[in-house]
């Protein structure tokens, strides 16, 4: 059994690593500093060095791995650690599954298939994850569920439950999407708000629920989310039943979002598999340790962001 660590208000004070962060354009395309940062963390990691890329900031950062490895003092030497849709992320204690890379510039970032990561699809119909029953202690999923169809979404937890060990933790991060709407919403009722803003606002919100809305005329999003009271999943419901290919995987464009996420469908989803319960948490606050590490996990867009840990 894993001793949970309730920590859910922590303060990023609190959680702090000494780390030295590197800000510059050439990180969110250099084919050369993922190399890199996959070549310290395998090589210097012992020797107290570390590094991970964040192609969302801009930043590469160094930190301390004699730090980071004082979070995992809760877990045997052989405990597993898994990340699911990995892209940038390497760490020497965990394991990495992601759907193969479809361009150059992903394809470094994944780095060499069966050493760095291990291609899977998590759409498939018949999806069954290499791994034993019950024998992963965390599982990081970071902006992944909603670029699976709902079904496959479904299963791919119930496998992930599967693997899970008793009191296992597994944490999601997926789009605000609800917020987004929001607000939209709050800018909507102000009449004097500058249009454009208005429309930025919408425009966004609606290219993060689905995809495939931003190929749609303004004036036609506009509409349906006045059909949906400018409510997200309403607005989802809607646009899907509109354009049913919107909510449908495509291999060659793995990254579109298809379909929608919240708190409550989440716990649904969850209590009806079996794990015991769902907790909303911030970044950095985890009811495990090594997730408090923000150098390494919750860099994805953290401000459209929100954050469940689901214990088996």
Same mark, same amino acid.
């Given at each position: 059994?894993?001793?949970?660590n309730?920590?859910?208000?922590?303060?990023?004070?609190?959680? *702090?690593l /000494?780390a030295?962060?590197?800000?510059?354009?050439?990180?969110?395309?250099?084919?050369?500093?993922?190399?890199v940062?996959?070549?310290?963390?395998?090589?210097?990691?012992?020797?107290?060095?570390?590094?991970?890329?964040?192609? *969302?900031?801009?930043?590469?950062?160094? *930190?301390?791995?004699r730090?980071?490895?004082k979070?995992y003092?809760?877990?045997?030497?052989?405990?597993?650690?898994?990340?699911?849709?990995?892209?940038?992320?390497?760490?020497?204690?965990?394991?990495?599954?992601?759907?193969?890379?479809?361009?150059? *510039?992903?394809?470094?970032l994944?780095?060499?298939?069966?050493?760095?990561?291990?291609?899977?699809?998590?759409? +498939?119909?018949?999806?069954?994850?290499?791994?034993?029953d +019950?024998?992963v202690?965390?599982?990081?999923?970071?902006?992944?569920?909603?670029?699976? &169809?709902?079904?496959?979404?479904?299963?791919?937890l119930?496998?992930?439950?599967?693997?899970?060990?008793?009191?296992?933790?597994?944490?999601? +991060?997926?789009?605000?999407?609800?917020?987004?709407?929001?607000?939209?919403?709050?800018?909507?009722?102000?009449?004097?708000?500058?249009e454009?803003?208005?429309?930025?606002y919408?425009?966004?919100?609606?290219?993060?629920i689905?995809?495939?809305?931003?190929?749609?005329?303004?004036?036609?999003?506009? &509409?349906?989310?006045?059909?949906?009271?400018?409510?997200?999943?309403?607005?989802f419901?809607?646009?899907?039943?509109?354009?049913?290919?919107?909510?449908?995987?495509?291999?060659?464009? /793995?990254?579109?979002?298809?379909?929608?996420?919240?708190?409550?469908?989440l716990?649904?989803?969850?209590?009806?598999?079996?794990?015991?319960?769902?907790?909303?948490?911030?970044?950095g606050?985890?009811?495990?340790? /090594?997730?408090?590490?923000?150098?390494?996990?919750?860099?994805?867009? /953290?401000?459209?962001s929100?954050?469940? &840990?689901?214990?088996?």
């Amino acid at each position: 059994m894993i001793d949970l660590n309730f920590k859910f208000v922590a303060s990023h004070r609190d959680v *702090y690593l /000494p780390a030295f962060r590197i800000f510059s354009r050439r990180v969110s395309i250099s084919h050369l500093l993922p190399k890199v940062s996959r070549l310290i963390n395998r090589y210097l990691y012992r020797l107290g060095v570390a590094s991970c890329l964040n192609r *969302y900031d801009n930043s590469f950062t160094v *930190y301390s791995s004699r730090a980071d490895k004082k979070l995992y003092h809760g877990f045997g030497e052989n405990d597993l650690f898994i990340n699911f849709g990995s892209g940038a992320f390497f760490h020497n204690k965990w394991k990495n599954y992601d759907y193969p890379g479809q361009s150059i *510039y992903y394809k470094c970032l994944q780095g060499a298939e069966s050493r760095d990561f291990y291609a899977i699809d998590l759409c +498939a119909d018949s999806l069954v994850i290499p791994e034993k029953d +019950a024998s992963v202690s965390l599982i990081y999923c970071s902006h992944t569920l909603e670029h699976l &169809e709902e079904a496959s979404a479904k299963h791919f937890l119930k496998e992930c439950h599967r693997i899970l060990r008793p009191n296992g933790v597994m944490r999601i +991060a997926l789009p605000n999407t609800r917020n987004d709407a929001y607000f939209y919403d709050c800018l909507s009722r102000q009449s004097k708000c500058v249009e454009e803003i208005k429309t930025n606002y919408l425009m966004s919100a609606a290219g993060h629920i689905l995809s495939d809305a931003k190929r749609i005329a303004k004036h036609e999003i506009e &509409e349906l989310f006045r059909m949906a009271d400018n409510e997200s999943k309403r607005f989802f419901e809607i646009m899907k039943e509109k354009d049913k290919s919107a909510s449908k995987f495509d291999g060659s464009n /793995p990254e579109r979002h298809i379909t929608y996420w919240d708190f409550e469908g989440l716990m649904a989803i969850a209590e009806k598999i079996g794990f015991k319960f769902l907790a909303p948490v911030y970044p950095g606050a985890s009811m495990a340790a /090594p997730f408090t590490n923000i150098n390494v996990f919750d860099n994805t867009e /953290p401000h459209q962001s929100f954050y469940a &840990e689901i214990v088996k």
